[in-house]
């Protein structure tokens, strides 16, 4: 039912076929499945017996479905990726489109697989990592927790046994894993992973009226501001992505089109530099 009205709302017609090739349902079961859904949502489209296809309805109104933009531009960029193939997306007719392409980072699926498992099973493992504070890869234990995504890269959040402290391991720069034990981590004492911070954002004030509207729609700012939920410990990863993390009259308002409105409060939550964690995005 759901597919029915992803199809009606974004290609704007189905028909039996797309049902038959999307499940690989028979053809009465097809004719069944539509049946039903007209049983379910009257009025919410009709049958074109020359084209054979069903249309919504000027009224039609989504029972199944919750339209969302991000889902329909998530599936463009999975297939730009290669996650997802054009027969296992609910798209029919594709638009042109193209994604910016970024480096892969190069993440071993077997040293991936341990680190999954290490916070499965809540083990400590023995990695050998190259910091950018070292010259060469060192071995260390650390006890990871969770994974993290900073836009960029792929971080493993853990106990670093050396440092005593909780940090971000770029899952990239673990060169290998030789061992392995028990270890009780309670996420909980990972307080930078746990608390959460309100970023208070809005138009930089050096646009122009019209400008500042554009921002605002562009950002779906409500009263000219929006509040986004970080985690303390992704803050740095968050500022620094978005140029938040320097003066904003040290760039052009149409560069810099967004500052925060609650700096003062953020830089009483920014958690320490650490040895693993910080740095640029692309270093």
Known sequence: MEFI???????????????????????PQASADMSQYQDIAPGNLHYD??????????????????????????????????????????????????????PRRGIDPERLRRVVGAIRERLAIQVRYQSMNSPDPEWRWITPHSLGFDGYRWHARAFCHRSETFKDFVLSRIVSIRLTKPHEVNPEQDHEWQEMVDVKIGPHPGL?????????????????????????GFLYYFLKRF???????????????????NENRLLSCMPEPAEISRGTPNA
């Open 5 to 27: 009205e992803f199809r009606l709302f974004w290609e704007g017609r189905i028909n039996r076929r797309d049902l038959i090739e999307k499940f690989g349902v028979s053809t």
């Open 49 to 102: 017996p020359r084209a054979k296809y069903y249309y919504p309805d000027k009224e039609f109104k989504p029972r199944f479905l919750n339209p969302d933009s991000d889902r329909y531009l998530a599936n463009l960029l999975s297939m730009a990726a290669g996650i997802l193939t054009s027969e296992e997306s609910w798209l029919d007719s594709v638009p042109a489109y193209d994604v910016l392409p970024q």
């Open 208 to 232: 122009t009226e019209s400008q500042r509207k554009a921002i605002e729609l562009d950002y779906g700012m409500k009263d000219g501001h929006m509040t986004v939920q970080v985690r303390r």
């Open 243 to 261: 140029g938040l993390d320097i003066d904003p009259s040290a760039r052009a308002p149409k560069d810099q089109q967004i500052i925060l409105l």
